[in-house]
């Protein structure tokens, strides 16, 4: 997963990129970087790092241009250095600055393509690279010159019938405008907001709803499953589907961890979709050990499973305890490039208030496990608190398979549940007792605030992928993107 917006306004816009970045930097911490148009002339600025680190006011100031993109960085696929950090950009045709969350299934047919037909060379191991090249070889295909609307949809449906995956993309076309689009099956989110001042009207793009709270846009839409929007430098908006037929499946693994709770996604409340999460789990707890659970208090491993926890502690009739407090200039666990980085932040990430954990039975609430090292020390670190008993909850369901469309859990043999019962997994993790959610619970969770939407990516849990994999495709991947693979590349 990434975080990318784009902003067509009135006057500059490099300060509400920034300040919009810095609201979705959960979405990534390696990198962060910005495109504004000039005149006719491209402004970059891009660098590892969180978004404070890469900017400061004076490099801002010089991101001059009433139109531009911003993108931070999750590496799934790819190397880490800055040679990855986004936009991208090429020079033909025209100029396209673009940023890009998600993944491709089918890269490596993608790029002998463009290398053998399109005659286009692609410089990094990114598919987001991989993927503007599409464009942009697409937008030259039936190139007259000046760009129309109806132009630019025809090759948003080439790109949309060359890639597989998923993703959620905005490019920057100078002399033009902000061009945006969504994978046919609407996997990664994408959401457009309005703004109306005292010069005229503004549109803005991005991953998350929240982006636009900060930056006091409305909420317009979620973008369609492959539809492509444009906004012209004139402000002139224009939409159209282009990919049409294909099983709207947003990612639900979004609503369980990687989206804020304030976001909206698919006109669903990320943050009442974890409240129910959590009734769902109680349910659950009390069909199993009945109402004399012996739980003592509920505390949430911050900051992700903090609603679930609370809806779960309600209807468990039992206490919520802040028993683990959080320092907060940590970046995100589960999105540190490597699982060395992961392990040592724990214990620099979290510490137990005792109190909380004497000599009680104590269940702990986490929004999912993936790799389990981090429940695994948390865990312990219940039990060297004074815990009689450690319980844990997931909100989510086992994590067994790999997930191949822009989240780190590309190996299978790095997830703890994967080929293991639910006993075998808590023993792994030395629990005293462990409980999942049920898939078909969670799903209700999500779907129970928009009616319309009846399925949802859940390969993570099932294994089914709504795209197809082709022969080969995980062990590929696992080759590619495991932790020890990613480490081999950082050693050399």
């Known amino acids: 997963m990434c975080g990318i917006i784009g902003i067509v306004g009135t006057t500059e816009v490099a300060s509400a990129l920034y300040d919009g970045l810095t609201v979705l930097q959960h979405r990534g911490q390696d990198?962060?970087?910005?495109?504004?148009?000039?005149?006719?002339?491209?402004?970059?600025?891009?660098?590892?790092?969180?978004?404070?680190?890469?900017?400061?006011?004076?490099?801002?100031s010089k991101l001059r241009g009433r139109i531009g993109i911003g993108h931070c960085r999750y590496p799934t696929a790819g190397s880490e250095g800055t040679d990855e950090a986004q936009p991208f950009y090429v020079n033909s045709p025209y100029g396209i600055a673009f940023a890009h969350n998600g993944n491709l299934v089918n890269t490596e047919a993608l790029r002998k393509e463009m290398f053998e037909d399109d005659r286009r060379h692609i410089d990094t191991d990114s598919d987001s690279?991989?993927?503007?090249?599409?464009?942009?070889?697409?937008?030259?295909?039936?190139?007259?010159?000046?760009?129309t609307p109806e132009h630019v949809f025809k090759a948003i449906a080439g790109v949309h019938a060359r890639a597989r995956g998923g993703y959620a993309c905005i490019a920057l076309v100078l002399g033009y405008g902000l061009i945006a689009f969504r994978d046919p099956n609407g996997i990664r989110p994408l959401v457009l907001g309005e703004r109306i001042t005292a010069e005229g009207h503004e549109y803005a793009i991005?991953?998350?709803?929240?982006?636009?709270?900060?930056?006091?846009?409305?909420?317009?839409?979620?973008?369609?499953?492959?539809?492509?929007?444009?906004?012209?430098?004139?402000?002139?908006?224009?939409?159209?589907?282009?990919?049409?037929?294909?099983?709207?499946?947003?990612?639900?693994?979004?609503?369980v961890y990687l989206a804020r709770p304030d976001s909206m996604i698919e006109d669903v409340s990320v943050y009442k979709a974890r409240l129910r999460m959590g009734e769902k789990l109680a349910e659950k707890i009390l069909r199993e050990r009945g109402p004399d659970h012996g739980i003592d208090a509920v505390i949430p491993i911050p900051d992700t499973s903090r609603t679930a926890a609370s809806s779960l502690a309600q209807?468990?009739?039992?206490?919520?305890?802040?028993?683990l407090v959080k320092n907060h200039y940590i970046g995100r666990t589960f999105i540190m490039p490597g699982q060395g980085e992961r392990v040592k932040s724990v214990r620099r990430k979290l510490n137990a208030i005792e109190l909380e954990f004497r000599k009680k039975n104590v269940l702990l609430v986490d929004d999912s496990i993936v790799r389990g090292t981090t429940s695994r020390q948390i865990i312990q670190m219940a039990r060297d608190a004074g815990a009689k008993n450690v319980y844990f909850a997931s909100a989510a369901p086992p994590v067994r398979y790999p997930n191949i469309y822009g989240i780190d859990m590309p190996a299978a043999s790095e997830l703890v549940a994967a080929g293991r019962t639910v006993e075998e997994v808590e023993k792994a993790l030395g629990a005293d007792w462990l409980v999942y959610q049920d898939l078909e619970d969670l799903i209700q969770a999500v779907a129970d605030g928009n009616e319309e939407?009846?399925?949802?990516?859940?390969?993570?849990?099932?294994?089914?992928?709504?795209?197809?994999?082709?022969?080969?495709?995980?062990?590929?991947?696992?080759?590619?993107r495991s932790d020890s693979a990613k480490n081999e590349r950082r050693s050399a």
């Not at 690279?129 to 760009?147: C, F, M, P, S, T």
């Not at 209807?315 to 305890?321: D, H, T």
């Open 315 to 323: 209807a468990l009739g039992v206490p919520m305890r802040e028993g």
């Open 31 to 60: 990198a962060a970087g910005i495109a504004t148009v000039d005149g006719a002339r491209l402004r970059l600025h891009k660098g590892n790092g969180l978004v404070r680190d890469v900017f400061n006011s004076a490099g801002v």
């Open 129 to 147: 690279e991989v993927l503007l090249n599409v464009l942009a070889h697409e937008l030259q295909v039936d190139d007259r010159g000046d760009l």
């Open 453 to 480: 939407l009846t399925h949802f990516d859940t390969s993570c849990f099932s294994g089914e992928y709504v795209t197809g994999v082709d022969a080969g495709f995980l062990e590929q991947q696992e080759a590619m």
């Open 206 to 255: 991005a991953s998350e709803s929240v982006a636009f709270d900060v930056l006091g846009f409305k909420r317009i839409r979620d973008i369609e499953p492959g539809e492509a929007v444009i906004v012209t430098e004139g402000g002139e908006l224009h939409t159209q589907r282009c990919a049409e037929g294909a099983v709207h499946a947003p990612c639900i693994f979004e609503y």
